[in-house]
């Protein structure tokens, strides 16, 4: 079992506090935005034994488990991070693994180079995701029905959004939310500037169900992110509940903190509020336009104490332990690898203690037990 040492990525949506807060240390002034753990090249955890990506790729059977190595290949299938939004995020998708495997095929055939800012696809994996809040969390997940979306724009009277009302009333569903969202992500940027304009000014006038789209606003002036997140549902999570953000569904963080747990891939593409590249008709073909609920997920627990965030895929698997005090050990033994992190308390995994923002990777089979007062998440795979 190794201690990780983690990197805190800084961009510049991250929030100041948050992530110092958890881990008991003096906010530096600068965003602090997600603390990966995990085996991602980008920024892997480190271990007494070296990089975590190094020791895995010295022994992946050992590390991961046989059958995780047959079914993902010899590499940690997931990342785990602890993501802090003082400010709203990209209102982004992800692409399915047959879309993943074709979009990265083609940018790799036309040589596209894959640090290009105009790149969609840097690997040809697909990147199902899971929040699960540890504060109130504000985020938007997929479409609202186009009526409700309709009344919602309706109630701002800005005229220049008269033809999106009338959009999403006249045609069916799937159309509707497509042919709106494309003439949004089309428009004219100075004629569509004046309009996020004018709807947010009636975003602050309004407040209460406008406030989320008043406060992007004001993060993203002028962006036509702004009138394309309204389209899609707004949730509130409380502490211990969970999103799962699937293929083709459009979604963005809007503030709090939460443990976030993603298969191991950086291909996104993005809808709007944010300065980088906006590919309108690659995501057009990725977005799933259908309304849906936001699905909030609460964890199901079993007779062992394991509270389980379900989720239709394989590469990972998210679950916490909330300890209470006296708690005697529990056997988190696997055949396949885990990551261990504590978001509360004091607990022992192991050898280690950990305190809050503390993590451990166990690689397959390595005896293991926790025990101790406060939250543990553990992260594994299904193999």
Known sequence: MDRL??????????STTAIPRLLGV??????????W???????????????????????????LGDRAVAKFGPRLPFLLKILA??????LQVHP???QAKEGYEDEERRGVPVDAGHRNYKDANHKPELICALTD???LCGFRAPSQAADLLAGLDVDSLKPYVDLLHAHPEEAALREVLTAVLSADPEEMSRTVTEAAAACERLGGAYAPYADIARHYPGDPGVIAAMLLNHV????GE????????????????GVEIMANSDNVLRCGLTPKHVDVPELLRIVRFEASDPGVLRPEASPEGEEIYETPIDEFRLSRYVLPEGTTDHDLTRTTPQILLCTAGSVQAGEHRLGPGGSVFVPAGEKTTVSGTGTVFRATVVA
């Open 236 to 239: 509130r999570l409380q502490p």
């Open 5 to 14: 040492e983690n990197t805190v990525r800084p961009y510049a949506w991250g």
């Open 242 to 257: 969970a999103l799962f953000l699937g293929a083709g569904v459009p979604h963005a963080y809007l503030n709090g903190l």
């Open 26 to 35: 003096e906010p530096t002034g600068e965003p602090q935005a997600e603390m």
């Open 137 to 139: 969390f504000d985020g």
């Open 85 to 90: 939004a003082g400010a709203p995020l990209s």
């Open 96 to 98: 399915d693994l047959e």
């Open 37 to 63: 753990m995990g085996a991602h090249p980008g920024a892997p955890s480190h271990t007494a034994r070296g990089p975590l990506t190094e020791v895995i790729g010295k022994a992946p059977e050992r590390e």
